[in-house]
């Protein structure tokens, strides 16, 4: 089915792909409850300003469990282009949490503050230390999230939208590792010395090779 997908839209097919990922993470990693994270016009509105900065979300975990999870919380702040390159900084304020209504927590920086370390913990292992899986948390869940200044603006701008969810899948992609020795079956636990410096294709494709026709060259 071909669409015309706006900018950084993902393709229906892609989107769901990600959200059955993280249900499958669900029954290993992903052992966190999560409330809706909204981000309202008004906030989006404060936080690019006139100079139209972009937003960061942080992950934070609340200090309570309910049922013996721990309950996910997200918090949105402004970011400026540093020079020339890709660095963003944040603003320290202001600072606002992504709940059905955002709350402004400039005042709260403390608490703020706990409870994404509280979440950093959570994501290295150290908070569960028990749980089997906790371990590769690292390698799936991100600190925080820069958002496109596109996406954004194709909701609030063009689609005059007052709020957006922000929701959470994962991706996967089959990666190449390379190891200096050969082997006929490799254990998950034989991984002393394996690397990965590929680029897969797409995107790192040459688009003139015969090798990247999407052609039946047998024909």
Not at 6 to 19: F, L, T, Y
Not at 52 to 59: A, F, G, K, T
Not at 80 to 89: A, H, K, N, P
């Amino acid at each position: 089915m071909n669409m015309n997908l706006k900018r950084d839209q993902i393709p229906p097919e892609q989107a769901e792909n990600w959200v059955l990922n993280i249900e499958e993470e669900e029954k290993l990693t992903f052992n966190l409850l999560t409330p809706p994270i909204v981000l309202q016009k008004e906030t989006y509105k404060i936080l690019t300003g006139e100079n139209e900065n972009r937003v960061r979300i942080y992950l934070g975990l609340e200090p309570e469990t309910k049922g013996g999870r721990f309950i996910l919380c997200a918090y949105a702040v402004s970011t400026f282009l540093l020079g020339s390159g890709e660095v963003f900084r944040d603003y320290e304020n202001p600072v606002f949490k992504l709940e059905r209504e955002n709350q402004n927590y400039s005042s709260k920086t403390e608490e703020v503050l706990k409870n994404i370390q509280r979440y950093r913990e959570w994501r290295s292992g150290k908070l569960d230390p028990n749980n089997e899986w906790a371990r590769f948390r690292k390698f799936i869940y991100p600190n925080a999230f820069l958002l496109s200044k596109y996406e954004l603006h194709e909701i609030f701008d063009m689609q005059n939208k007052k709020e957006a969810q922000i929701s959470f899948g994962i991706s996967k992609t089959m990666n190449a590792m390379v190891y200096a020795d050969v082997q006929e079956k490799r254990s998950s636990k034989d991984q002393m010395m394996v690397f990965d410096f590929s680029g897969p294709c797409p995107p790192n494709c040459d688009e003139s090779s015969i090798y990247n026709s999407e052609k039946d060259a047998t024909k």
